[in-house]
């Protein structure tokens, strides 16, 4: 085997060429359960600036996800802004909020800073239900369904590229959650891109340093308000695009929808992925996001659930229990999450090569 | 000034609802270091459970609720015997997660076990009330001012004078120590886990009390009492108390002045109000009013 064909490489590739041809090999509903999944990974991979590399626990991400959806909302909904320009500053605003937010961080640790993130989602709860301009108040506001084109505007008759007509390119079709599909997945792989760039420079080190130990890098010379409210910055403003994406696919959300479930579950899917790595995101996603749809489509195979009007454990619970059991599970027998398993799997592989290598020379 | 009374005779027993809740969470962190997410599941189904014994098995009042007592104190140390025993040594947030999944679980397990009905506690004051000049008092809410300090003097008593106690503020000083010394630090962890599942149980039967009844929602609350334990410093008791009681006047008062005198706050604003007590007071004491700054070095 040549030497640039390392397992991690053929990896690699093997997960792209399937992640390229998903769409085509799958029903509407995998389609779909598929797009939601990788919207949240851009989403997750954000906090995992945040979180797995900087050591900076955030509950509060969903009120990132909503600033973003609700910039969308104004931008494309009311002034009818192209898409492309809409989910930009879905992230803009996003991170804005995020560097007003961060320099929290300066004065709190751990889980202190998890607590009051949990009442930046409260707090934000409370605004997104009470601005009705912005939010439609409680009953709810629509998110316009992306619409791409050369001009700045797309008016009401549509742009060149309507997400919410069917596009035929050389003879394969994309329907609406195809197109989310690769648009989320395009912006996925630019942003696992640029978080690896970032794990190997020097910015990436700095924040890896906080996370570390914060009064090491502080006295290394690691400037902790400037990395500190950049990491804020760079998670919010994945999670902003993230939000705007999650709430046009959802196309119409309510104020509770951003709720601090959606912030937990992003922490779960960092965690259960494995924090602080490249491909985590996803695999995580893959895991917390996929299971709900799943065991719901798959609820009336199971035995014991309430079926129509029998008696029976009702499958919203039976799917809480599951999922819960599965954390737990998950994170007792590998703490390192998905990642950890694949590196033991490495591991494994590896000694077998080296067992065998001896017996190929001889 | 009625009202202002009123309002603070309610905010006291949120409050003490408050400390029960915080409490529990300061236990576990003095012991693992780690806030327990699963804390508001463990009082939904300790709710659930004196509801189940007094309505549907019609034991005496007070049977059923050492009953609940019980089966949740069982089930934080099965939980810390089974399964956190194995995450010693891992990231604090791995261990957090795991409490989430149990909240999860457990919160999913209670519509199972008893229906998505809204159903009563069972007890056996109901929606009786004592009048105080023109104050009136929901008998609840004595029951729940009185049974709260009980139990904190209770607790402080245990901690301060029996050997367990002691164990217990050894391993929360430095486990590694309390460890050489000889003291069973395992056992310390099973029993917080139980003492923070027993405290929950009675935060959750007097949130249920009049005028409230019980949800599988119920457990929200948990949600709203972390303002109390940071406001006091995740690992000081005393400080949990404060917090508590602090938190559930500043909710009350909030809920009685706010809508006609700040409406521009928005509707629901005192549910946020806790929230926004708990940030002010972050910014000027990062660890809470009574948490210890630990000692860093490199």
């Given at each position: 085997?040549?030497a640039?064909l390392?397992p991690r ?12 041809v ?9 389609l779909?359960?598929?797009?939601f ?10 906090l ?8 900076q ?6 009120f990132?996800?909503g ?10 909904g009311?002034?009818?802004v ?6 930009l ?23 202190y ?34 619409q ?12 060149a ?8 390119v ?9 197109m ?14 640029y ?6 420079t ?5 924040l ?7 009064l ?5 010379g ?10 804020f910055?760079?998670s ?13 696919l959802?196309?119409?959300?309510q104020?509770d ?9 992003f922490?779960?899917?960092m ?13 995580g ?10 065991m ?18 009702p499958?919203?619970?039976a ?7 599965a ?5 007792v ?7 950890g ?12 090569r080296?067992?065998?290598?001896p017996?190929?020379?001889? | ?15 003490c609802?408050y ?6 969470f ?5 012991a693992?270091?780690v806030i327990?997410f ?5 009082l ?13 098995r019609?034991?005496p009042?007070?049977?059923a609720?050492?009953l ?10 099965i939980?810390?015997v089974l ?16 409490t989430?999944?149990?909240?999860i ?8 076990l ?8 069972g ?6 009330s004592?009048s105080?000049?023109?104050v009136?008092?929901n008998?609840d ?9 009980l ?17 217990m ?6 486990e ?18 139980g ?29 709203r ?14 400080g ?5 009681v ?8 909030t809920?009685?002045y ?14 946020v109000?806790?929230y926004i ?19 860093e070095?490199?």
């Open positions: 085997m040549p640039w390392t490489r053929i990896a690699t590739v093997l997960a792209a060429a399937v992640l390229l998903f769409p085509f090999l799958v029903d509407a509903f995998w779909n359960t598929a797009a999944i990788v919207i949240y990974a851009i989403g997750a991979l954000g995992n600036v945040l979180t797995g590399l900087t050591g626990v955030s509950l509060g991400h969903a990132f996800l600033a973003g959806a609700y910039t969308a909302a104004v931008l494309g009311t002034y009818h192209m898409a492309l320009w809409w989910i500053a879905a992230g803009i605003v996003a991170a804005i909020c995020g560097a007003i937010i961060g320099p929290t961080a300066l004065r709190l640790r751990g889980l800073l998890a607590v009051v993130t949990i009442g930046i989602v409260f707090i934000g709860q409370h605004i997104f239900t009470n601005v009705t301009w912005l939010s439609g108040g409680p009953p709810g506001r629509a998110i316009p369904t992306p791409f084109g050369l001009a700045f505007t797309c008016p009401a008759e549509g742009c590229l309507n997400f919410d007509q069917p596009q035929n050389g003879g394969l079709t994309f329907d609406k959650n195809g989310f599909y690769y648009l989320a997945l395009l912006i996925l792989v630019l942003g696992m891109l978080v690896r760039n970032l794990l190997r020097r910015p990436g080190r700095a890896q340093a906080v996370r570390e130990r914060e090491a890098a502080s006295l290394m690691v400037d902790l308000f400037r990395w500190k409210v950049s990491a910055v760079i919010s403003f994945l999670a902003g695009v993230s939000g705007a994406l999650l709430g046009s959802v196309s119409y959300v104020p929808f951003w709720s601090l479930i959606l912030s937990i579950q922490v779960a899917a965690i259960v992925g494995g924090a602080g790595t490249i491909w985590g995101p996803l695999l996603s893959i895991v917390i996001f996929g299971l709900e749809p799943v719901q489509k798959y609820a009336q195979s199971l035995p014991l659930l309430a079926h129509g009007s029998g008696g029976g454990i499958v919203s619970s799917t809480h229990i599951l999922y819960g059991v954390i737990v599970v998950f994170l027998v590998e703490p390192l999450g998905v990642i398993l694949a590196r033991r799997a490495g591991r494994v592989l590896q000694r077998r080296i067992a065998a290598a017996a190929a020379a001889a | 000034m009625t009202t202002f009374f009123q309002l603070f005779v309610a905010g006291l027993a949120l409050g609802i400390a029960l809740v915080a409490l529990g300061t236990i576990i962190y003095r693992s270091q327990n699963s804390q508001g599941a463990f939904l189904v300790g709710a659930y459970l004196v509801s189940w014994f007094s309505l549907d019609s034991y009042f007070a049977v609720a050492l609940a007592l019980a089966i949740t104190a069982l089930i934080g140390v939980f810390q399964v956190l025993r194995f995450t010693v040594g891992q990231p604090v947030f791995t261990v957090v997660m795991i989430i999944g149990l909240n679980a457990l919160e999913g397990s209670v519509p199972a008893f229906g998505s009905t809204q159903r009563s506690i007890d056996p004051w109901g929606s009786s004592v105080l000049g023109s009136v008092v008998w809410s004595v029951w729940t001012i009185g049974v709260t300090l139990i904190l003097a209770g607790f402080f008593a245990f901690n301060r004078f029996s050997r367990y106690g002691l164990a503020r050894a391993t929360a000083m430095d590694e120590a309390a460890m050489a010394v000889g003291l069973p630090t395992r056992r310390v962890h099973a029993l917080a886990w003492l923070a599942g027993a405290v929950a149980t009675v935060g959750g039967f007097f949130l249920a009390g009049f005028p409230n009844s019980l949800t599988p929602t119920s457990d929200a609350i948990a949600l009492a972390f303002p109390a334990i940071i406001l006091g410093g995740l690992d000081s008791p005393l949990a108390v404060v917090g508590g602090t938190i559930g006047l500043v909710e009350e008062l809920a009685g706010q809508p006609n005198n700040a409406a521009w706050l928005g509707t629901n604003f005192y549910a109000a806790p007590v708990m940030i002010l007071v972050l910014l000027v004491k990062p660890y809470g009013l009574f948490g210890r700054r630990p000692a070095r490199v």
